[in-house]
């Protein structure tokens, strides 16, 4: 069966919520994401308390009839440069991997990270068609036929058609 894909998932970016620095101002806010298909959640953040981590942020939002509140867990790991970066611990049972981005297919009730969603990017998938492509164009283009300029005879383009396809059909034999 083909993977859910990436691109076709709700997704939160722990930099775009973070964006007007509130995870540094330690003090609770509420705030909302919306996507360009009309989805969108609101959220809470938290400091946490316990101190176990730098805050929560409280999801909230309806699927399929039901209210969901789940909390996710932000830390932070000191940068190179300075400052801060911050995480997401993925709240999928038994996961809590450190991302930076969590996704929720269309059709699952849970923001998780990719490997929880067994999520697949789609520029992988079809990489090996493209590869495929970019070979044939550029085959041709040696070969002068996609080129005006080469001024190629016929013959001469007919002879070099046929070195492209039996590279090709050497290539695909391997
Ligand atoms: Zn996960």
Avoid at 49 to 59: A, E, K, Q, T, V
Avoid at 60 to 72: A, H, L, N, T, W
Avoid at 82 to 100: D, T
Avoid at 156 to 162: E, H, P, T
């Amino acid at each position: 069966m083909k993977k859910t894909i990436v691109e076709d998932c709700l997704m939160l970016d722990v930099n775009k919520l973070n964006k007007d620095r509130l995870f540094h101002k330690g003090q609770a806010w509420r705030g909302t994401v919306e996507w360009s298909g009309g989805s969108s959640i609101g959220y809470e953040g938290h400091p946490d308390h316990d101190g176990r981590y730098d805050l929560l942020i409280i999801l909230s939002y309806r699927f399929q009839e039901e209210d969901i509140k789940i909390p996710v867990p932000i830390v932070s790991t000191p940068c190179h440069v300075g400052g801060k970066r911050f995480w997401f611990l993925c709240p999928g049972a038994r996961c809590l991997r450190r991302v930076g981005k969590l996704y929720k297919p269309l059709d699952r009730r849970l923001f998780l990270c990719r490997h929880c969603h067994d999520l697949s990017y789609e520029s992988r998938q079809s990489w090996d068609s493209r590869c495929e492509a970019n070979i044939l164009g550029d085959a041709l283009e040696i070969a002068g036929i996609l080129d005006p300029r080469s001024g190629s005879t016929p013959k001469q383009q007919f002879r070099q058609a046929s070195r492209v396809l039996r590279y090709l059909f050497k290539k695909g034999m391997k």
